[in-house]
């Protein structure tokens, strides 16, 4: 997928495009959103009425697989928590450049040990890793286990991004059904089989960031369109007012239809709304 880096005053752009899929006999929404590469909770939040786990064959499923960019500096691993998304753009952009850009579902830390909100780099990179168990997750086990070893049962999967900050990594997972949820003590995992592609493509030294945005905006073609997720470690009062807040800031709020952008904040379906006032 390509975009651009938009220039100050510009709202970021749309990449991607939504799908939609039919349920097949024994299919659950969790298969179908692996298969998406999207998480648990996106595919739900795109089909609240539809059941997790015994779908019926043939219904019509929504893929939220168009996005708008995050508001962040627009270069190397961009993370918003809200969305449980990565992106990865190049190490180095500027205004206006035309870019590549990849995306990835993600698991996040839970609501008692949230994934933090700040700038990093990639310290180290490591295949195979052994898991030395931090003493606050030791005590949590069941049985416990000071050291697991490389292979299937290790939660950091085959690959780790160590984070220049604190014990946090960027790593795979033996549950790929954790990716769309609050699951990790801080970390940040993608599936098996997206973990070796990021891998790859990241360097020691590679920038990012981590964002906490539930609401973004974005334009399209002269439309203005906002994407909503749920405030997940409830940290915004009145999820209304602030995208009204993000609208204004903007200075999009003369092109936005009011209505139209409550109706998307109630509904916190993940995917971008046309909100544009006719």
């Not at 992106?87 to 990835?104: A, C, K, V």
């Not at 086990?141 to 946090?168: E, F, Q, T, W």
């Not at 399209?220 to 409830?234: F, L, N, T």
Request: glycine content about 8%; aromatic content about 6%.
């Amino acid at each position: 997928m390509t975009s651009r880096v938009p220039r100050t005053g510009e709202l970021p752009g749309l990449v991607g495009i939504e799908q939609q899929v039919r349920v097949a006999n024994g299919d659950t929404l969790l298969d179908i959103a692996r298969e998406a590469g999207l998480g648990y909770q996106q595919a739900q939040d795109a089909n609240p009425s539809v059941d997790a786990w015994v779908p019926k064959p043939g219904t019509e499923v929504v893929l939220p697989s168009r996005w708008i960019l995050p508001r962040s500096r627009h270069r190397g691993v961009v993370i918003n928590l809200p969305e449980m998304r990565l992106y990865l753009y190049p190490d180095s952009t500027t205004p206006g450049e035309e870019f590549e850009i990849r995306t990835w579902a993600i698991g996040i830390g839970d609501d008692e040990t949230p994934s933090p909100v700040r700038s990093f780099s990639i310290r180290t990179k490591e295949e195979n890793p052994t898991w030395v168990v931090p003493a606050s997750i030791l005590k949590t086990m069941d049985p416990p286990r000071r050291v697991v070893p490389p292979g299937p049962d290790n939660p950091l999967g085959a690959y780790r991004m160590r984070l220049s900050y604190g014990l946090y990594s960027i790593h795979g997972t033996d549950s790929p059904w954790s990716i769309g949820r609050l699951a990790t003590h801080g970390c940040i995992r993608l599936y098996p089989e997206d973990i070796g592609e990021l891998y790859e493509s990241v360097r020691v030294g590679t920038p990012g960031e981590i964002l906490y945005q539930p609401v973004k905006l974005g334009e399209d073609r002269g439309r203005i369109y906002v994407e909503v997720h749920p405030d997940i470690y409830r940290r915004i009062p009145n999820l209304a007012r602030f995208a009204l807040e993000e609208v204004r800031r903007a200075g999009v709020a003369d092109r936005v239809d009011p209505a139209r952008l409550r109706s998307a904040v109630r509904e916190k379906s993940g995917m971008p709304v046309d909100v544009t006032r006719e």
